[in-house]
């Protein structure tokens, strides 16, 4: 039976949003804050060329940097002052996140409540400044050595100063963007950091849709492609929004306890396990792993010897790693599928749920408190992350084989797609939480009146 709470969430109206004024200035700041974020995308960094940036874009297409520009919202590409974007961050959030997992130290402050969670936050930050010194410092490096065929530079003046400069506007480009999404998360709606990546992502929606359709017009694609790609979308955002949410409720009982009355109450709850544990982190490793030595030749251009033993197998792995290749198709899969397993196993610890269970009294009914639990947990968590990682992998492989069929770009991927659907969720999950917070304050100052009235 649905709760009071998930009735009243249910009649949620629009005519609400009206008198949620707090709301509406969460709303605009957050459109505010993201504006701000794509006028930054557009400022480029000091000495840099457009002209030779623009064949870079074209040369190094398909690798990893096509990725990575997909979640800048087209930053790197333009090499602006947040070229790297909050990339950094989440690389550094989920190192830590593992550490945390594995090692006792950490491990240890994770269980120290909000102190131990400021404590890993500051770590996530250190690693951040580094992996984007280090990023930015190699990027400015790949940019001094870079000249297109017309003998343009991508650098107009470089040396140690440019690299140092770079280094400098990409670490606080970054570091600006965790400020903004903190903004978001604490004065807007939803997770800033989150929004900003789906943000970036949209940006590039328009482009996409008119060069499809513009494509349509001059008939360099077919139009029942067209719709082929358009209901494989729609089909794929229900999969996608049916799937995120599903759950696997395991039920907890709680002995029984004497109420007011003098009666013996038994007190339940359930402990949801989410279908897909590990997010959209399998699609990126796995993509990321496999694009990066075409990237690497990509950057290498002419320097490769072909005659060499080393040549020969960048370029054999070039070739069968292109998108759309069986190899490339088949490996793809399998990280995904592992990457899946592994972080879940990560972020989930059945020994530590079972103990915490065992702790507050709980426990699944017919299954013993203690190792039995943490058994069962992880026989529970091992089926449904099979689902999970059939599911992830239909939704990845899918467009990798139409967009390898068809010729479109590699923008529109599953983990855009991923990544769009799943924060907009969650988006209309805090818009609805704060509606319900609004209507329930509406009814508490209702019968603070009639309190008064008697």
């Known amino acids: 039976m649905a709760s009071r709470a998930d009735s009243i969430a249910s009649n949620l109206n629009l005519a609400n949003f009206s008198k949620a004024?707090?709301?509406?200035?969460?709303i605009w700041f957050t459109i505010g804050a993201l504006i701000v974020f794509r006028f930054l995308s557009f400022v480029p960094l000091p000495g840099i060329n457009p002209l030779a940036l623009a064949q870079l874009a074209e040369q190094t297409q398909g690798g990893i940097l096509d990725m990575f520009n997909m979640f800048t919202g087209g930053s790197l590409e333009r090499m602006s002052l947040i070229a790297l974007g909050v990339m950094p961050y989440i690389t550094a959030s989920i190192v830590v996140q593992m550490a945390s997992a594995l090692h006792p130290t950490l491990a240890a402050?994770?269980?120290?409540?909000?102190?131990?969670?400021?404590?890993?936050?500051?770590?996530?930050?250190?690693?951040?400044?580094?992996?984007?010194?280090?990023?930015?410092?190699?990027?400015?490096?790949?940019?001094?050595?870079?000249a297109n065929s017309a003998g343009l530079a991508a650098v107009v003046d470089p040396g140690i100063m440019f690299r140092i400069g770079a280094v400098i506007s990409l670490v606080g480009g970054t570091m600006f963007l965790l400020w903004l999404g903190e903004q978001i998360t604490s004065r807007g709606i939803g997770n800033g950091v989150s929004l900003i990546i789906m943000a970036g992502i949209v940006a590039q929606f328009p482009t996409f849709i008119s060069n499809?359709?513009?494509?349509?017009?001059?008939?360099?694609?077919?139009?029942?492609?067209?719709?082929?790609?358009?209901?494989?979308?729609?089909?794929?955002?229900?999969?996608?929004?049916?799937?995120e949410r599903a759950q696997r409720r395991l039920l907890i009982q709680y002995p029984k306890r004497a109420t007011q009355r003098g009666m013996m109450q038994a007190d339940s709850?359930?402990?949801?396990?989410?279908?897909?544990?590990?997010?959209?982190?399998?699609?990126?490793?796995?993509?990321?792993?496999?694009?990066?030595?075409?990237?690497?030749?990509?950057?290498?251009?002419?320097?490769?010897?072909t005659s060499s033993t080393t040549g020969s197998?960048?370029?054999?792995?070039?070739?069968?790693?292109?998108?759309?290749q069986p190899i490339y198709m088949t490996l793809y899969a399998a990280g995904i599928m592992f990457f899946a397993f592994f972080y879940t196993a990560v972020v989930f610890n059945p020994e530590e749920t079972a103990e915490n269970l065992k702790k507050n009294g709980g426990f699944i009914p017919g299954i013993r408190p203690g190792k039995r639990t943490a058994d069962y947990l992880d026989?529970?968590?091992?089926?449904?992350?099979?689902?999970?990682?059939?599911y992830l992998t239909l939704v990845c492989v899918i467009p990798e084989y139409m967009i390898a069929q068809t010729g479109i770009p590699l923008?529109?991927?599953?983990?855009?797609?991923?990544?769009?659907?799943?924060?907009?969720?969650?988006?209309?999950?805090?818009?609805?939480?704060?509606?319900?917070?609004?209507?329930?304050g509406d009814l508490i100052k209702k019968a603070k009146l009639k309190g008064r009235m008697r």
């Open 379 to 390: 026989y529970v968590l091992t089926r449904i992350t099979v689902v999970g990682a059939i």
């Open 212 to 243: 499809l359709f513009e494509g349509g017009r001059t008939g360099s694609i077919a139009p029942t492609i067209i719709i082929g790609f358009v209901v494989m979308v729609v089909v794929l955002i229900l999969l996608i929004s049916f799937m």
């Open 313 to 324: 197998i960048i370029q054999s792995l070039n070739q069968y790693l292109q998108h759309g």
């Open 21 to 26: 004024t707090e709301l509406r200035q969460r």
């Open 411 to 440: 923008f529109l991927g599953g983990t855009s797609l991923l990544i769009v659907v799943n924060v907009t969720v969650d988006t209309i999950t805090q818009v609805q939480s704060h509606l319900l917070a609004h209507q329930y």
């Open 109 to 146: 402050l994770k269980k120290e409540g909000t102190t131990g969670r400021q404590k890993l936050n500051q770590y996530t930050r250190y690693g951040t400044v580094f992996l984007c010194s280090i990023q930015g410092w190699f990027l400015a490096a790949g940019l001094e050595s870079f």
């Open 269 to 305: 709850s359930h402990l949801p396990l989410k279908l897909n544990t590990a997010g959209v982190i399998p699609p990126i490793f796995a993509s990321s792993l496999l694009l990066l030595p075409l990237t690497i030749s990509q950057f290498a251009g002419n320097s490769i010897d």
